[in-house]
């Protein structure tokens, strides 16, 4: 009867930061699973979707999510609650492209970057890293870090057996497996904790895997030049395996 003509001073929209594609195993399930994350969205304001098509994986979603443990907290939701079996994507972040006219957009498929000589310069998201950790698994944990494109600040003592490492790094590099490592190398005892900085230029490629000469949107990733090649080769190798054998050639390629 009497709404107010803007919202409360304070609010803001959250913007996500980490992109993955959600798809039902069996198609028929679509119906299903466009109502639940309807209603997933009416008690969780910080999901994004829009509906995607993959020729591969049929009608899903493409979803915007805060971080990782918000990407896993959807997931069971959905599984838990609505009974769904799902795919989902290899997570990515939002790269933002630099015209040659100096204008900019943002992306988050790797499918809508333009081809090479069509824009100036593709920028990435960098947070600052913060490792709490005990004091003896700080070597370790300074050595699988430095392979991840990260820039070292400095290391603040808590008291005499904790610290805590600080990096600047790319969120690209924190989403594989970053946390995985670190709990690996640690025996579970280091925790991290990450917070947006800007989007800093870099060196970025954009890698595509074609089956039988067809590229496979689904599988097409970016990823820092350095790395592209041997990622390229892991994803292939994989690929070689989970692929049934045929009784003729099938080509997988990363180019």
Request: net charge negative; charged share 30%.
């Amino acid at each position: 009867k009497n709404p107010s003509p803007s919202p409360l001073p304070g609010y803001k929209t959250i913007n996500p930061v980490v992109f993955a594609s959600v798809y039902c195993v069996d198609g028929a399930d679509y119906p299903h699973l466009k109502e639940a994350i309807e209603k997933l969205k009416l008690n969780d304001a910080s999901l994004s979707y829009e509906v995607e098509q993959s020729p591969a994986l049929g009608f899903g979603f493409r979803c915007g999510f805060l971080g990782l443990l918000h990407l896993d907290i959807v997931k069971e939701r959905l599984e838990r609650e609505y009974s769904l079996s799902l795919v989902i994507s290899s997570p990515t972040v939002r790269y933002k492209i630099i015209r040659h006219d100096e204008s900019e957009y943002y992306i988050e498929k790797t499918s809508d970057l333009p081809n090479r000589g069509e824009f100036k310069e593709i920028l990435e998201p960098w947070v600052s890293l913060e490792i709490f950790t005990p004091k003896d698994y700080m070597g370790v944990l300074m050595e699988s870090i430095q392979k991840k494109r990260a820039i070292y600040k400095n290391t603040e003592f808590i008291d005499e057996n904790r610290l805590i490492l600080k990096y600047e790094i790319p969120l690209a590099e924190v989403i594989i497996d970053l946390y995985d490592q670190i709990k690996s190398v640690s025996s579970g005892y280091a925790s991290m904790s990450y917070e947006f900085i800007d989007y800093r230029a870099g060196e970025l490629e954009k890698v595509d895997i074609l089956i039988s000469e067809e590229k496979v949107d689904a599988l097409s990733f970016i990823i820092h030049s350095s790395k592209s090649q041997s990622e390229g080769r892991r994803i292939t190798e994989k690929l070689k395996k989970l692929i049934p054998r045929q009784n003729f050639e099938v080509k997988i390629q990363a180019t």
